[in-house]
């Protein structure tokens, strides 16, 4: 109920839900059903709403905390370390070469008559899948076009929906598609469009009254402005970000938003505020329970992000030494599986490393980037990274033969693809 923000009535209503579609006739579960299974006062739920709440879950009853009669005096079995182990395989799945190369949304096969909590569940999950399909191979058209249709349909369903607060949850929902649709333009380095979806998903985030949304989607402004070198817009947006509630209630959310505001900042050529708020953003982070159920969209973020972003910062204001530091703080905070942070920070650490005068080792760094995707396609944002590299290595080799080399060693897997 934590991992999805669900209230015991909506709980009550999505088993509801899922008992209707199949048995053909709503359930019957109340409010109060649902605080007795908190309780432990009812341990083993009747088969059909055990059945609905596996569907709704993805997990068994015994997983949930359910005990089978008979076993009441035997300790109740831990939760596993990754609770659903359904959505997980789902995911994995998503981002094969199967679904590379088409991603359709879910479609349930048979849709309940009234629009409820059910459906906010499975169309976060499509969410999920979009994000760990972004995870495994960046921004592309076809996720972009998925995620748009995920937003329509959470549109259509709200029109539906008997309740406000279920209203609220769609418009939400479609806000967050409609930004994932927005970050996979930023990634792929094709600028043009994301405005327009990032204008369309804060419109969508304000419906919702979700001060989170808000915040995810001027924390995309920020980061569009500075892909367009528009670094006061930036700092704007960034600020923006600070001010939604969403920040001052958590301090993973306000340490990210600080520090995105110190990367603007750094852009904009203020050292000193940079430097503060990326002060701020280290003090709100150790205040940050990061055990805690977050929302997809900031899960990446953590000591390695704000390692990685401190890098940009330092190099940015001239302190090549602090930022290839922090690139080797972010390296080894990253976790294996995330490949594309891993690339981007080597990156960034060969820029760190070539504007302290270390030409060879930059460029045997920068050769890092090119094995750890491994031949995957290279997201714009990471070309354009990489032609920042380029363009400085001209400027700074003692010889023009050392970036001739380079470009001619990498032209292969830096070409788009």
Known sequence: MTAHQMSAPELADAVNDAIGDFTGKTGTTSERTVFRWLSGENQWPQERQRRALEAVTGLDATALGFLPRGKRNTVPP???????????KFCSAATGTAAAAVIPLSTPSSRPSRVGTSDVIRLRDDVERLVALDADRGGHGRLERAALAGADEALGLQKQSTTQRVRQRLFALASDFTATAAWSLIDAGQLDGAGRHLDRALTLAGLAQDPEMTMQVWNLRAMLARQRKQYAEAVAASQAAQATTIVRR????????HARNAVGLAHNGDKRAALRCLGRAEDALAKADLAQPRSTWIAFYGSAELHSLTAIVRDVVGDPAEAEAASHRALAALPESYRRNRAHTT?????AQLHQGDIEQACATSGDVFAIMAGAPLPGRMRQ????????LIARAPSAHIAHEWTDRYRTEWSPS
């Open 78 to 88: 831990a939760l596993p370390k990754d609770p659903d182990v359904r959505r997980r």
């Open 250 to 257: 958590s301090p993973l959310h306000a340490s990210l938003a």
């Open 347 to 351: 990156a960034r650490l060969a820029l």
């Open 385 to 392: 990274l990489l032609g920042d590299f380029q363009r400085d």
